[in-house]
């Protein structure tokens, strides 16, 4: 037997198993918190032309409703984004004149804030909006159309747009979280003419999930819905 | 000598008071070897030359602490630069794809496959040897089992690489054992594909535990002699280069002493191991059955005729434990005369033993691939017999018969005995076994692929220049570690050799050529020759 380590060196496996227990304990907790989309895509903002379409102010502040704009939601796969057309609907020469010079409600800042509207559609251009919600190109099925029709709400997927002054990405948007809802739609489906209301789906939704009980109202969604949400790999990625 | 107890006469020897001296061999005349005795109620001994405590231990410790005979670099480094090929055309494969392999649509799994089970397959002989011959106390086993052990982890890492780089996107191989990730996407638990992760998982970490505990004392051993050395003459050891100011018996002390996990020798030391191994051991038997078992069940639980047979388990494991036993033979005879004294430890009765095994596991799978024909026609199921008559007489006819010949033929030699004890027909039977056990694989994955259903999807497999140099560079890693194991490792558990020698049983009456262990009741006259002495009754060979 020979004395070649210290009596200290004892220690090491004790401060091995301790470091590898932690170092495991950090690896997997930071891989997990960090290397998911909940960490990476939530809060993504990217800047928008023109300073971005403040939806707090047109679908708060004023209430419009999403489809005033995002016109193609219940009839298509996607949710269009509006041409320059709508936006010169109500932001042309001479309209809003509730913010014009000598009302109460003047705006001195809107007319050059809104002044990139006017000069795209006199160019007969677009507005390059960036787009901030995305699924991969892998999952070919995303039927806006349907999701609206059976009673998913805006609020599900997007969040409370109507209180974003530039629009940022709210929910994960992995798979699991997709399949949260498919597995148990009870839980998010709200009837179809309330698909739109944020404000009024964020109370219900969090109101029912306190109660932990199917709502009449949600279940009467429920027994109008046809069939269960797939859940087959087909359903998004034929 | 009078007769004195053996642990008396080693102390004596050990305080410088008695020499003791080393008869000469005593060869057979008709063989050349002492360890063939006709007569069946004696055992040949398992060390040879009367071999003392002493020079088993330096023996063993030599391999690591000598000079590395000539051939050592030169064969190293052919077998490192082809594992470093087989290395870079991974990388192409990796970079490329999978088309690069001769895959297509009909034969979609082939030699990367093939290769899987075969490297699997190679690694039961050492799980044999360490689980199941430990267990019923088989003692010829210790001259074999530290090799076996350490073939059996080579051959799980180089089976290992195949899965991983066969599914075509590798950065994805971590989708392979079941990991939460934000997809929710779980691997198919009713897939045997995924039994196969745990089964291979399960069997490397098991095996590589079981190799490295066994060492434990023997990097204690290779750790103290070095301190020795160094206290002794501490100018006497080389640098380990010219420019690192590191002695060679330094960096042996303290890496082996770092492996040896403060191990002292003692008593309670050697209480907890020998539980520690029967544990293993324990643990390690079922694995013998289950790993290949759950091999074969990604074919058999398929609906392919040809895989979609209830024998596969038990003839895949057989054909694994034949394979395996074949390379233990292919790497140990060469090893065996390289090495001359390695000789007195590993025996020819080590090797006929070794060849009983081949003969026994290669019937059971001659029997498996009749079994298969014969249910193909009992079962009455047209497309199964199609299936097994293609094989033997279909485009593939040259591989099925190379099978055949090697793997039920080849071993028919071994019914005799001067063919067993023959160390070249040995090694040949092995080396054909080795060829025969890959056809094997070859022939149940492609021949069974190559036609499906309708004429349409008759396909043949010509592989390319990247399946035979990853198949190839497999081969290289497999013998880069056995020759780095060769040469820094305790080859032999050394404690466990000491026990099987004469003059460790207390009974030891001294028949140097018997193996004392077990041999008790078959010899009836063992107690009247009361405790001879070991020089005198190295002669008195038949003397029963």
Known sequence: MSVLFPKWSNAFPTIFAIAALGGVTTAVGGFWYYATPKFWRVGYMPTQPGGGFNHQIHAGKLGMDCRYCHTKVEKSYEANIPNVATCFGCHADGKLNKLAEGTET??????????????AYAQDASIPWRRVHKVPDYVHNFPHHVHVAAGVSCYSCHGRIDTMPIVHHAEPMSMSWCLDCHRAPEKVLVPVDKVTDLRWVQDDLTERANAGVITPAAQKVLDAIQKAPPENCGACHY | MTSIHPDQATAQRLAGLARQATPPPVLDPKTGDGTLIDDPAVRPPLVLNNRSFGEITD??????????????????????????????FILYLVITGIGTWGLNNQVDWAWDITNFVFWIGIGHAGTLISAILCLLKQKWRTAVNRAAEAMTIFAVICAATFPGIHIGRQWMAWFLPPIPNANAIWPNFKSPLLWDVFAVSTYGTVSALFWFMGMIPDFATLRDRADRRLRLNPEGSPYILPFVKIRADQARAYIYGVFAMGWRMSSRHWHRYEAAYLI????????????????????????LPGWHTTIFPPYFVAGAIFGGFAMVLLL?????????????????RHIENMAKILLTTGMMVGFAYSMEFFIAWYGGNKYEVAAFVNRATGPYWWAYWTMITCNVISPQFFWSKKLRTNVVAVWLVALAVTIGMWFERFVIIVTSLHRAFLPGEYHMFHPTLV?????????????????LFLRFLPVFPIAEIKAVLPQASPHAHGHGEHDSHGSAGAHGSAGAHGHGDAGQATHAKGGH
């Open chain 2, 332 to 348: 140990l005879i060469p090893a065996r005369e390289l090495y001359p004294n390695m000789k007195d430890l590993l025996t020819l």
């Open chain 2, 467 to 483: 399946d035979i140099m990853v198949f190839a560079g497999s081969f290289g890693v497999f013998l880069t570690l056995f020759l």
């Open chain 2, 280 to 303: 293993l051991a324990g643990i390690s038997t079922p694995l013998v059955l289950s790993v290949h078992s759950i091999v074969s069940f990604d074919f058999a639980t398929s609906i």
């Open chain 1, 106 to 119: 003047y705006s001195p800042s809107h007319k050059t804030k809104t002044q990139f509207v006017r000069d």
């Open chain 2, 59 to 88: 023996i063993v410790c030599g391999y690591a602490e000598n000079k590395p005979p000539r051939w050592w670099l030169p064969v190293f480094l052919h077998a490192f630069g082809l594992a470093q090929l087989g290395g870079l």
